[in-house]
């Protein structure tokens, strides 16, 4: 997988260097009883999200790592990723036969060409094909996935002009193992940036944990917290 993944770096926003928008800052809610969740932010774009508390935070290294071999540009962006596994991994990133969930999230700038560009199909192949073009382009191209299954095609209008799509669909890794994608991909109102974020694992893992995965995806908030 390791040609087609990381499809933003390549796609979206087209090689460049990425500036580095925020630190990631991890709030746990405080009070009598134990933390429900971990909360997400990049503040300087305004951008938040909710995972269980405890979802394990992977380290800005580790992820940057697991981009950089992925094909992808680990420095330079904000990001941030959580594994639901009791032995959490980078390399769960875009790995098959994850039986956990793990959740990634990414901010970016766009050029001021893609900016342009930018359609709400772009959007849904953000990452991994999901328009029927583009999938029948990457397998002609050799892409791995196959049995590709669209559960949601939805799109988002948020405050101040942020818009987007949600996705979710099935793909078979080589080997048989099917997994689950779930993405929210958002752009603001002037289309100068990306905010991005999926949770994936295999399909019966995600049948077990939709509602905590519900959770994350509707927590993602450009604006304010959730």
């Not at 992808?72 to 969930?101: E, K, M, Y």
Request: charged share 10%.
């Amino acid at each position: 997988m390791t040609n087609r993944a990381f499809r933003s770096t390549r796609g979206l926003f087209g090689g460049l260097t990425l500036l580095l928008v925020a630190a990631l800052t991890t709030l746990g809610l405080t009070g009598c009883g134990a933390p429900q969740y971990t909360y997400v932010s990049d503040s300087s774009q305004g951008t938040y999200y909710k995972v269980p508390y405890t979802w394990h935070e992977i380290s800005q290294q580790a992820l940057n790592a697991a981009l950089q071999a992925a094909g992808g540009s680990g420095a330079g962006v904000w990001s941030s990723a959580f594994d639901a596994d009791n032995a959490p991994s980078a390399s769960h990133f875009l790995a098959s036969n994850v039986s956990q969930p793990f959740v990634f999230a990414e901010v970016g700038q766009l050029s001021s060409t893609v900016s342009n560009e930018l359609s709400y199909n772009m959007l849904r192949d953000f990452m991994l094909p999901v328009t029927s073009s583009s999938r029948q382009q990457d397998a002609a191209n050799g892409f791995p996935l196959t049995n590709f299954k669209q559960l949601r095609d939805q799109t988002i209008t948020g405050s101040q002009g942020v818009h987007g799509v949600r996705e979710t669909f099935q793909y078979t890794f080589p080997g048989g193992v099917s997994d689950t994608f779930d993405e929210d991909v958002l752009t603001n109102a002037d289309q100068t940036v990306v905010y991005f974020l999926m949770v994936h694992c295999t399909d019966s893992c995600y049948t077990q944990n939709q509602n905590d995965i519900n959770t994350v995806m509707s927590s993602f908030t450009v604006g304010s917290p959730t």
